[in-house]
């Protein structure tokens, strides 16, 4: 079953902003812990920033000060505020939940910044 769906992705210009969602079905949000994971063309995937069960949030040092995460337990929803892009921030970017120790992904939303 599809349980998250990221977008929200696309080509924006280095400076730029975007802002990416995470759909969840049913309680997930409200439940578990949110994290967005990137990986770059020929590079591991790497975390980027999660989110508690009680909304404080935390992020990798490479994106501190420039994105915001945060969520929305009555929409279901997750999103990552993204600001003064850099094209290393240029990666497919998946939303996830761990859930007795079945980790699960969205298919990803594509985030390209060149100018």
């Known amino acids: 079953q599809v349980q998250l769906v990221e977008s929200g992705g696309g080509l924006v210009q280095p400076g730029g902003s975007l802002r990416l969602s995470c759909a969840a079905a049913g309680s997930i949000v409200s439940s578990n812990v949110m994290n967005w994971y990137r990986q770059a063309p020929g590079m591991q995937r790497e975390w980027v920033a999660g989110i508690s069960t009680r909304a404080i949030p935390s992020y990798a040092d490479s994106v501190k000060g420039r994105f915001t995460n945060s969520r929305d337990n009555a929409a279901g929803t997750v999103y990552l505020q993204m600001n003064t892009l850099k094209p290393a921030d240029t990666a497919v970017y998946y939303c996830?939940?761990?859930?007795?120790?079945?980790?699960?992904w969205g298919q990803g939303t594509q985030v390209t910044v060149s100018s």
């Open positions: 996830n939940f761990v859930r007795l120790g079945v980790w699960y």
